[in-house]
């Protein structure tokens, strides 16, 4: 069950991720047409989305550990049971979210660097 509900979170947060850095490429075209005018390679500006979504997803997955160590720590205190927190199910969890981020970055960062810098220069 615990297994389930984990792979529900991921998949949220995949999707959470994606919708901010499609949002993140729509609000920045012209940005990423002036950089690709002035000779960035699409390397690069994939490279700086994928940056962005592997931040986003670093910090949540700081976040969601320092909550469930907590909670953890909390439901210890409460229910008199010795607090255990195994270091490797933390490492885990953070390394999964981590990579849900990655992968959820790579087709918002793929679509900004095959743009054309013409057409990125006209939106609006």
Request: charged share 10%; no cysteine; aromatic share 4%.
């Amino acid at each position: 069950m615990v297994v389930a509900i984990a792979g529900i979170s991921l998949v949220v947060g995949g999707i959470g991720i994606a919708n901010i850095m499609l949002v993140s490429v729509v609000e920045r075209t012209r940005e990423i047409g002036i950089r690709k005018a002035l000779g960035a390679t699409k390397s690069a500006i994939l490279t700086q989305f994928l940056v962005e979504a592997h931040a986003i997803s670093t910090i949540g997955g700081i976040i969601g550990a320092g909550t469930g160590i907590a909670i953890a720590f909390g439901g210890s205190m409460i229910f008199k049971f010795p607090f255990v927190v195994s270091g490797l199910s933390v490492a885990i969890g953070f390394g999964l979210s981590t990579a849900v981020g990655l992968v959820a970055g790579v087709i918002p960062a793929r679509n900004a660097a095959n743009l054309d810098p013409i057409a990125a220069l006209r939106s609006d």
